[in-house]
Nanobody, 120 residues
Framework: QVQLQESGPGLVKPSQTLSLTCTVS??????????WSWIRQPPGKGLEWIGY???????YYSPSLKSRTSISRDTSKNQFTLQLSSVTPEDTAVYYC????????????WGQGTQVTVSS
């Protein structure tokens, strides 16, 4: 059974960098079938795709967030990490990590999500 678990601080100050880690169990992030993605949902709004990292470490980001986003991975720990710099209150959201089946571009597993609030 594949499980994804987000972790990181729940409160970040404006202008700082938000950093979240997704720990994956039950499957390897180096398996070529999948992409590993971050998505968020601001309060009262829909889901917003942030970006993904592939099984060989290639990244792709949402154009609207690209200048502030970095996704990396630690294959020894089977984790991938999101960093979002220069945050503002508009970055307040529930952040999710997910696994994407490459062949059909569909999510098959999600983490439970973690609330991140940007506030001084």
């Amino acid at each position: 059974q594949v499980q994804l678990q987000e972790s990181g601080p729940g409160l970040v100050k404006p202008s700082q960098t938000l950093s979240l880690t997704c720990t994956v169990s039950g499957g390897s992030i180096t398996t070529d079938t999948y992409l590993w993605s971050w998505i968020r949902q601001p309060p009262g709004k829909g889901l917003e795709w942030i970006g993904y990292i592939s099984y060989i470490g290639i990244t792709y980001y949402s154009p609207s967030l690209k200048s502030r986003t970095s996704i990396s991975r630690d294959t020894s720990k089977n984790q991938f990490t999101l960093q979002l710099s220069s945050v503002t209150p508009e970055d307040t959201a529930v952040y999710y990590c997910g696994r994407v089946l490459r062949t059909v571009a569909a999510y098959d597993y999600w983490g439970q999500g973690t609330q991140v609030t940007v506030s001084s």
